[in-house]
């Protein structure tokens, strides 16, 4: 079988999967993106460069579209290429909203695509408006709906979709619900797994005589992973409790929503307006993942928190680790974590409240061994890649044969 992934970054959600197709000699497996830091054994990577950025005087409601565009043509120009070399994938996989699968079905038509659906947009109800309700106007309402049409010419040219949760599955129309299906990337719960007796350190960090750790961990410390929120919290509880230490893991920069004037950061912002003990917060910068893993499993106490959203790998791997989770109670973490049974919710806007949820767990977590083999169990029976991994692969084989549905079947 040929199969051609299309993502922006290498290899992002197609990690393992591509990984399992290209260990069969009897695939040829490539992949175009527009970063490639890594390599897969039996991965032909391609490198695709749009030819010019997008013009300024796009109307901005068309701007994200014609970003699509430019990124679509390049990789029509990439997939010419493959074709005069003798490629012709039975099947595409495409990450959908960057624009990278529009026309890929014009340089081969016979071939199959499944549509990676991360995202559709909506001006008021989840992300854009969760913070500042009253912030959003007319004008940005048309803006954000606007950023659907790459969307909606993949969910209309795709042979299958595939949504990670059922959250992000009730942003889409109902009506293409029929030729999607829930399913997870899954985490590796073979390596994201308990270890109480693994030591307090990174790098030159040495938590070893810590009785208290919070964390939090994400790619970016920004407003839509609830850091403010966060840093406000862990200061009351700082205050309250001389032994906690604090430990935030990422960069000081914005993944996702508004980001702020070049030379800023919500780190900077955060310890400028609450100045901890800088004895006891601790900003690691990105993990290895031998180290980040190691965070998980020693850490007293993991806070989570998202408004409504895509939802974070990390949080299943905190329950993958048996860890103990402080969520947001948001629509998104209410999928994954049962108040008291597998994990906490406390309300992302109320800074007190979270805090005191945070210290309840943090006084009895020497007695939440349930709570912890419950989260695991959560991550192991739901998000497992053992078992998740089997299921993508039968997807793929199941769509590039035009066996439709799948045995993945639809959503409904």
């Keep these: 079988m040929n199969i051609l992934f299309l993502h922006n970054n290498f290899p992002a959600q197609y990690r393992h999967v591509a990984r399992r197709l290209a260990a069969d000699k009897a ?12 390599k897969i054994p039996g991965v032909t990577n391609i490198l695709s460069k749009p030819h010019r950025e997008v013009k300024a005087e796009t109307h901005h409601y068309l701007r994200p579209t014609e970003a699509a565009v430019v990124n679509a043509q390049a990789v029509f120009r990439n997939c010419l290429e493959l074709k005069k070399k003798g490629f012709e994938p039975d099947i595409v996989c495409a990450h959908s909203g960057w ?9 081969f038509p016979n071939a199959r695509l499944l549509s990676y659906f991360e995202w559709f947009y909506h001006a008021r109800g989840t992300d854009a408006d969760f913070l500042d309700p009253g912030a959003m106007g007319y004008d940005d309402a048309a803006r954000i709906h606007s950023k659907n ?11 299958w979709g595939q949504v990670p949760t ?3 599955l009730a942003q889409i129309p109902p009506v293409f619900h029929a030729r999607l299906s829930v399913l997870h990337d899954g985490v590796d719960t073979d390596f994201f797994k308990p270890d109480r007796r693994v030591q307090k350190k ?32 862990a200061a009351l509880l700082m205050d309250r409790r001389p032994d906690l230490h604090v430990l935030v893991v990422g960069e000081d920069r914005v993944a996702y929503g508004k980001r702020l004037p070049e030379g800023e950061g919500w780190g900077q912002r955060m310890v400028a307006e609450l100045k901890p003990d800088p004895a006891r917060l601790h900003f690691t910068g990105p993990l290895a993942y031998g180290d980040y893993v190691k965070v998980l499993q020693f850490s007293t106490v993991r806070a989570y928190l998202t408004v409504p959203f895509v939802l974070s790998w990390s949080l299943i791997e905190s329950l993958a680790c048996g860890g103990l989770v402080v969520g947001s109670d948001t629509a998104p973490v ?29 006084d009895t977590a020497d007695d939440m061994q349930d709570i912890r083999a419950a989260a695991r169990k959560t991550a192991v029976e739901k998000y497992a890649l053992e078992k998740l991994l089997p299921r993508q692969l039968r ?4 769509v590039a044969a035009g066996r439709l549905p799948p045995r993945e079947r639809s959503a409904n």
């Design 149 to 159: 049409m790459p969307l909606l010419m993949d969910l209309a040219t795709c042979d």
């Design 334 to 362: 209410r999928e994954v974590i049962r108040h008291g049974e597998n994990g906490f919710l406390a309300p992302f806007d109320d800074v007190e409240a979270f805090a005191a949820q945070i210290e309840e767990v943090l």
């Design 27 to 38: 695939n040829r497996v490539v992949f175009i993106s527009q970063r490639v830091p890594g």
């Design 166 to 168: 059922r959250f992000q």
């Design 395 to 398: 997807l793929i084989e199941d």
């Design 99 to 107: 624009g990278n699968s529009l026309y890929v079905k014009e340089v």
């Design 202 to 233: 990174i790098g030159n960090l040495d938590l070893g005589e810590a009785r208290e750790i919070l964390t939090f961990a994400t790619r970016g410390m920004e407003p839509y992973r609830g850091f403010p929120e966060f840093m406000r919290a």
